[in-house]
């Protein structure tokens, strides 16, 4: 059925639970696993009238993210898949969809934390329903709810 299955991974509670899940697909036969993640393009984040001004440090959150690749690819192997791990660069959603596009996969599986304050989940936005919107291709999203 699935043939090219990419797992996007953050090393979140809610990447490993997909992490973890993704075990069921043995029985779609051996699909080739992709686990990618995503350093996210280089920016300032807040501002001097908000009363703080950070700049990202993408080397250590690719050091990070790096190791949490390899410790997933490694995690998926011990389930017995073939897989490998792609560290892409830029915006999150436009890097997943179009690198799933290159890649012609069928299958693009993500964690999502739902959020049981009505707050956070209207700041924190929703990757997950963006990548819906964005996909070349099916999306499959493993929910963790949030205690």
């Known amino acids: 059925m699935y043939k090219h299955i990419i ?3 953050d ?3 809610s990447g490993q639970k997909a992490l973890i ?3 069921e697909l043995a029985h779609w036969g051996q699909p080739r696993l992709t686990l990618v993640a995503v350093v996210p393009t280089p920016m300032d984040v807040g ?3 908000m009363g703080y001004y950070a700049s990202t440090n993408t080397a250590a959150v690719e050091a990070q993210l790096e190791q949490q ?3 997933g690819v490694a995690a998926l192997k011990a389930m017995g898949f073939a897989a490998h791990g792609e560290l892409l660069k830029g915006e999150v959603i436009k890097a997943l969809s ?3 596009d290159r890649m012609s996969a ?3 599986v993500v964690g999502h934390r739902h959020e049981s304050n009505l707050l956070r989940r209207w700041w924190s936005g929703s990757t997950a329903k963006a990548l819906v919107d964005e996909s070349p291709c099916n999306v499959l999203i493993v929910v963790e709810r949030s205690a």
């Open 7 to 9: 797992l996007a991974y």
């Open 11 to 13: 090393g979140s509670a």
């Open 21 to 23: 899940e993704i075990k």
């Open 47 to 49: 501002s001097m009238e």
């Open 69 to 71: 690749l390899n410790d």
């Open 98 to 100: 179009e690198y799933a």
């Open 106 to 108: 069928d299958l693009l």
